[in-house]
């Protein structure tokens, strides 16, 4: 599965760096192609010489040769990259990528990278178990990176604990297991909404609600991952994504979201529903601001809004899947089985308002997975990429 990638290995300073030499080399006798890039303490723990012997190329550290000025292009570097591993990751560095300090050719290299990021920590247990160090490293969860937990064994400071950078071979293995996960949903179309809708009211205010997006760009990031093509239709949200294989379309209101996921559901083989749509809209929008000052209080009359699950759930042909989700505050599962029945639906991840975590805006959620043929796979609280991954198993174990 590594044959012919081009594979980044960014190497810190600490003593693990030795480690580093074996995992370019399983990369290589693997297949893979490898371009080393150093941070300028890394060269203290081990020499340049040595991984350019072992990867046939020279290495990266600093952003110009000294003696030709030659510019080295963290940009192109970053798009030539099918993975970047950090191994090892030191404190300071994972500090750095978490908060975008880009002093040094790895880190910039980090911040260009489009292709997915492996992070294999290696420190003393103090320093490991510090909140700054946890709070960056569920940071660059945050931000898609797969984090490689160290072992537990003796350190370089002879002290007993977690800290030990992942032993080389496990580290191939990850690489190799997430380049076979990659191709489990390869020539497979999906559909994502996310989002809020936002509905005018005049052109200063709006009826919408409290989703971030979140969820929705959790799941089309796995989906793209496993080697989907996914439209990710989006409401108004500062979230993002720069997966290659996620085309975003930016939409407001939720029949301009119906417009573009009908144009999109024909080919899809998966889509997913996560968008809280507005269920009303304004029947008139002002066209100027409704001014405090007008003597009358304005009242505002909505109209229903379209269905877009339900839409799309009545043009639902063999071979095509649709999960919903259901937002519920009470009486959850037998709301979230109606809205499967009603919407045409294969399965649908209730998430409840009432589960502290779980829902709008913030980073985990807790889904349990409902079923039209009656299963029921309950959830734990999880990052939403974790319970993205949770979801994503599901489809892929049911197309197969
Ligand atoms: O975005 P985040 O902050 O990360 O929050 C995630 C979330 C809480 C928004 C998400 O996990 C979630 O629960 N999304 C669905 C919220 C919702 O509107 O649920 P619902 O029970 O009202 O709708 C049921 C299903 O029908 C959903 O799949 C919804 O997308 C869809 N729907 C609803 C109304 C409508 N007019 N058109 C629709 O397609």
Redesign the pocket.
Known sequence: MIRGKHIILGITGGIAAYKSAMLARLFIKAGAEVQVVMTPSAREFITPVTLSALTGKPVVSEFFTANTGEWHSHVDLGLWADAMVIAPATACTIGKMAHGVADNMLVTTYLSAKAPVFVAPAMDLDMMAHPSTRANLELLRSYGNHIIEPASGELASHLIGKGRMEEPENILRVLEDFFEKGETLRGKRALV???PTYEKIDPVRFIGN???????YALAEELAERGAEVTLVSGPVTVSTTHPQVNVIKVES?REMLAEAEKAFPESDITV???????YAPAEVADRKIKREESEIPTIGLVK??????TLGARKRPGQMII?????TDNEEAHALD?IRR?NLDAI?L?SLRTPGA????DT?L?TILTADGQKLPGELKS?REVAADIVDFITNSLS
């Open positions: 909404t996310a989002g409290y989703s971030s997006g979140k969820m929705g939720a529903l996560t968008a809280a749509v507005a269920d809004n379209p269905d877009i699950a339900a919903g989700f259901a937002l519920e809205k919407k991840c998430n829902g709008f805006a913030v959620n889904v939403k």
